[in-house]
């Protein structure tokens, strides 16, 4: 029976329980750490991969899906006529929105296929790929589902902490001389993606300065806590989630009880680039 069939990749922030409820397909990226490759959320769990990127001497690598994998599964999605919406992270970010469009000229029904650039990724492309499956259970039209998914994207946020710079160092975003001052002064660095543009917002030093983001952040939902439904907070770290995220959240929940605060470890991809003790919330208004 057609329908309207909703694709993610994997460092869309999504539970396994959201994945099945709501009838997601996940396209996993490939991840090279220590010497060796895995596919996301398949051959390793984000837990394993943050192990092996603590104990790995060389940045890991990433990579978008092979465009053959991309176009077996655009093939079976639209094999009984079904349409299909795919939601990708940022181009800025990774190629796979680039791949997919690709795979999407070699598949058999091409024009059944609609491919969207999330303009952000974790907990924020989560959302998008659930409001859009929502929406097929409501009934809507692919036209109507594209425009709510436009309309996400323009009040969408990303607000990034990265604590530690050694994986933007090694990845040469800061040049070596720069990236050795940086540590020595303990900077910190929040970032943020409008319009799917990554920029550092602000940097600062030490435990001072994060705490001043946190409560901009903080401040900002207060702000906006009648038009937001769902907050995530994603992170990076060793030995589970960090106590003071887990505080964070309940803040949340105290500015508003109604709005649900997903709690969860990033994406390999997401993890290689914003580094250890990393965090991040995401959220969009409505």
């Known amino acids: 029976m057609s329908e309207i ?3 993610t990749d994997s460092s869309a922030q999504l539970t396994p329980e959201e994945i099945e409820k709501y009838h997601i397909t996940v396209v996993p990226l490939s991840v090279t750490v220590g010497g060796q490759t895995y596919l996301d959320g398949v051959e390793i769990t984000r837990q394993e991969f943050v192990e092996k990127m603590s104990q790995s001497d060389e940045l890991p690598k990433t990579s978008q899906p092979s465009i053959g994998r991309l176009v077996d599964t655009i093939n079976d999605l ?67 589902i594209l425009q709510h998914l436009e309309n996400i994207k323009k009040t969408q946020r990303l607000r990034l902490m990265v604590v530690n710079l050694e994986n933007v160092i090694k990845g040469g975003r800061l040049g070596p001389i720069s ?62 989630v960090p106590k003071k995220l887990l505080d964070f959240a309940q803040k949340i929940k105290d500015i508003n009880s109604k709005i649900d605060v997903l709690v969860r470890e990033t994406s390999p991809i997401i993890a290689t680039h914003a580094g250890m003790d990393a965090y991040a919330i995401l959220y969009y208004t409505e």
Request: glycine share 10%; no cysteine; aromatic share 4%.
């Open 179 to 240: 990236g050795k001052i940086a540590n020595m002064l303990n900077i910190r660095i929040e970032l943020q993606m409008p319009n799917g543009e990554l920029k550092v917002a602000k940097k600062g030093r030490g435990k001072k300065f994060s705490l001043a983001f946190d409560q901009r952040v903080l401040d900002e939902i207060e702000a906006n806590k009648e038009k937001i439904k769902e907050v995530g907070i994603s992170y990076v770290s060793l030995g589970g």
């Open 78 to 144: 639209t094999a009984d006529g079904s349409e299909v919406i795919g939601i990708f992270l940022a181009k800025v970010l990774s190629g796979t929105i680039d791949a997919a469009r690709q795979a999407v000229k070699l598949a058999e029904k091409t024009e059944l296929v609609h491919i969207v650039d999330s303009e952000l990724t974790d907990r924020a492309e989560g959302l998008q790929a659930i409001a859009a499956a929502r929406d097929v259970s409501k009934g809507k039209t692919v036209a109507e």
């Open 5 to 7: 069939k909703i694709l």
